[in-house]
């Protein structure tokens, strides 16, 4: 009977590494943020503490349907209340644990090398075991003795050989999803990648979202006006998808003359051709996470507005109004228009005088008032609002986002620089970009707050233009 098993974000215990969270709390936040499978895991607890532990888990994720596991301790199964065990090649041979087990719970095996493969495969049955294990990927602290680790392409081709689903273990990060998933197995295998990690729900997201993507990037898709000079628009958007891992594509909906000290004129692209842009792209395209900027008209605000029904994927809207050197970027009659569009996105990103003018209200000074406007903002029909600090910078450059859980304070140091144009491009860019790999706008937020820092930190070394110089898009690709 093959058993319906999710092996594809396999959580592996460690009591050391779970820290002062502990275990069972660690399971419970990785098993809400979609872990699939658990094992506890300790060979350093004795057989009375190893049972507490498991069933403490056990009971941890009752009803939610997540298999327990326990490594090694066959013989504490039926006690625990666990689904299964997993047994390593120098634990109890699988034909005594399946006699122990019986034919329903589930039981893994380890396998580092092909003969151990070829040796499964000639002695053992398509039911006495339900997956292998396959490792390690690369040398792991949780097994500082284990073989030398040989690597994903060796493993892929012993998974490849497999008549059982494998799961890549052994020191495997989020950042392996994507290839493990394309390497033909049917999940990772992690510790450290969840265990011990400041955010469990978030580390565990990510490994979820990776896999679930089928190990390709999300593509993201920008609406914005085009700036010339680079630090802005279109090409800042596109620069903060690629430095952040999602494929960039965009729908320009107006030329700007522009460089760092100001904007000398703006072509309005024909309604009509901006809706055949988008049309043509996302008939061909899947798009993850969309960003709107730049809209300049209320035509082309309603015209977006009607374009983005068509999409369900996420939606962060920078409602532009005026740039860095203060030249307007939006027609005094389109704030109502944007108003209508904000009912669309997820997230809005207003900087605090465009939070004003979304408002009727005067700009907000401290940071009560800037908690207050941002909630305030939710009434037009967003559920998140990040207001934008960067006009009145206090000690910690404080942002505020406003969600249906309450206000965050997004904080970092305030660089002194004067190359800050198209940070609030780069920053709704950044909130695009990574929202398909993150738990949730809070999570992806402080995400894209920490890159745009960075962006601002390295804005002066690049020397462009004589004004409002740009940030530093790829400050951690360049030496
Ligand atoms: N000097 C600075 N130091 C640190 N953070 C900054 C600084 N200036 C801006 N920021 C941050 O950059 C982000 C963008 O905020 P800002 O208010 O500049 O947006 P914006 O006015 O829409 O920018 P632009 O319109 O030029 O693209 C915010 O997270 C803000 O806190
Ligand atoms: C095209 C464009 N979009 C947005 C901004 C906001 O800075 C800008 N300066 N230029
Ligand atoms: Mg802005």
């Known amino acids: ?93 699988v034909a005594q644990a399946r006699a122990i087990l019986g034919p329903d719970p589930i039981l893994g095996l380890s396998v580092e090398t092909g003969e151990q493969l070829d040796w499964a495969v000639a002695h053992l049955g398509r039911g006495d075991i339900d997956y292998l294990g396959l490792g390690p990927v690369r040398p792991t602290a949780s097994k500082p003795n284990h073989a030398p680790a040989t690597g ?24 392996d999803t994507a290839a493990v998933r394309r390497s033909g197995f049917a999940g990772v295998s992690v510790i450290s990648a969840i265990c011990g990690q400041p955010d469990v729900r978030a580390a565990t997201r990510e490994l979820v979202n990776a896999w679930a993507s089928g190990g390709l990037p999300p593509v993201a898709l920008t609406i914005a006006g085009s700036d010339p000079s680079g630090g802005a628009g279109i090409q800042a958007d596109l620069k ?39 049309e043509t792209l996302v008939a061909d395209v899947r798009i993850d996470s969309i960003k709107v900027g730049m809209l300049a008209t209320a035509e082309l605000a309603d015209e977006v507005t009607e374009l983005l029904g068509e999409l369900d994927a996420p939606v962060v809207l920078d409602p532009v109004m005026v740039a860095t050197s203060g030249d307007r970027l939006l027609d005094d009659d389109a704030v109502q228009a944007v108003r209508r569009l904000i009912a669309k996105a997820d997230i809005i990103t207003p900087n ?128």
């Open 352 to 479: 605090l005088p465009e939070a004003a003018v979304l408002l009727g209200e005067t700009q907000a000074t401290g940071l009560d008032e800037m908690s207050a406007q941002a909630v305030k903002l939710r009434e037009l029909g967003a559920d998140w609002v990040l207001l934008k600090g960067g006009h009145r910078l206090d000690a910690r450059a404080t942002d505020v986002l406003a969600g249906p859980d309450g206000v965050h304070e997004l904080v970092s140091h305030v660089v002194q620089t004067k190359n800050t144009h198209g940070t609030g491009c780069t920053l709704s860019s950044a909130l695009a970009a990574l929202r398909p790999r993150n738990l949730d706008w809070p999570s992806t937020a402080a995400a894209a707050k920490e890159w745009i820092t960075g962006a601002l930190d390295h804005a002066d070394e690049l020397g462009v233009g004589h004004g409002h110089g740009p940030v530093h898009h790829f400050y951690r690709f360049w030496s």
């Open 152 to 175: 994903l392409r060796y493993l892929s081709g012993l998974a490849a050989r497999s008549p059982w689903p494998c799961v890549a273990i052994g020191g495997v990060k989020a950042a």
């Open 1 to 93: 009977m093959s058993k319906d098993l999710d092996l594809s974000v396999y959580l592996v215990t460690d009591t050391v590494q779970c820290g002062a969270l502990g275990v069972a709390e660690t399971v419970r936040q990785a098993v809400q943020a979609g872990a699939t499978l658990v094992q506890v895991r300790d060979p350093d607890a004795d057989d009375d503490a190893f049972l507490a532990m498991a069933r403490d888990v056990v009971e941890t994720v009752r009803g939610t349907g997540v298999p327990v596991l326990l490594d090694d301790r066959v013989h504490l199964v039926a006690a625990a209340g666990a689904d299964g065990a997993h047994v390593g090649q120098s634990d109890m041979p």
């Open 240 to 278: 903060t998808f690629s430095a952040l891992g999602a494929f960039g594509t965009s729908v320009i909906t107006a030329l700007t003359a522009q460089n760092t000290q100001g904007v000398t004129g703006v072509h309005v692209v024909p309604v009509d051709f901006v809706a055949q842009q988008f």
